[in-house]
């Protein structure tokens, strides 16, 4: 696991609306220091377990994605803009006005580029809760600890950390039931503080242009 890189010098005190506006997407992609130990494990009954097993396909059956987003960082601060996914291991968020910056998860590194400044910072995708849900295939077993399982109101949420990197802190995935959807995911970190990314518009299983998720085009995105 790298260490976390230190953001602080890209965001002035003048920009500290946008380093905020950045914050549930930088949670998910960056890794949170600290020595944390491993939580216990949710007991499930067989009946969740099986719906464990029927969102882990669901998710292994995603290889393309398109969605919107709506962002809601700890502070309150709302934000929004458009992802986009090819998996495994790819994924571009793009911020609309007034963000300035850019996300993009390719060759197992995520690149983050902010606009204004013209400055690019990466680190490794594997070292990220963002892997979780790009890697190949997906899977509850024994290097992930689910520590909640949620189902009711045709919803289902479930909480998965780490066990390797516990500090990274904890992944909530909430799924429509019927049909099984991703629609929202959610990070929370050693302080307690949650970040949000709700989904709208989601699209699985369209035709993505590859360039979307190339080093290149991080800076001027081809247009879809």
């Known amino acids: 696991m790298i260490p976390s890189p230190d953001f602080a010098h890209l965001w002035p005190s003048s920009r500290l609306s946008g380093r905020r506006l950045m ?13 944390a130990a491993p939580p216990p494990p949710v007991a499930l009954t067989p009946q969740q377990s099986a719906e464990l097993q029927r969102v882990a396909g ?16 700890a502070n309150g601060g709302v934000s929004s803009g458009r992802l986009w996914v090819s998996r495994p291991g790819r994924m571009r968020f793009e911020y609309e006005h007034p963000a300035t910056l850019a996300l993009l998860a390719d060759a197992g590194f995520v690149y983050q580029w902010d606009k204004e400044l ?32 949620q189902q009711g109101g045709g919803t289902i949420r479930v909480t998965v950390v780490e066990a390797a990197h516990p500090d990274l802190g904890s992944l909530t995935m909430a799924f429509t039931e019927n049909p099984l959807s991703l629609r929202q995911w959610s990070v929370v970190d050693q302080q307690g503080r949650r970040t949000t990314v709700t989904l709208s518009d989601v699209q699985t299983g369209v035709a993505l242009d590859p360039r979307l998720f190339q080093y290149q085009y991080l800076f001027t995105p081809p247009t879809q």
């Open 23 to 35: 914050a549930a997407i930088l949670m998910l992609v960056i890794p949170v220091a600290g020595n």
């Open 58 to 73: 669901y998710l292994n059956g995603i290889r393309t994605m398109t969605a919107r987003f709506q962002q809601t960082a």
């Open 118 to 149: 013209k400055q690019t910072t990466k680190i490794e995708l594997r070292s990220t809760p963002a892997w979780f849900i790009l890697k190949d295939p997906v899977n509850f077993g024994p290097d992930v600890i689910v520590t909640g399982f």
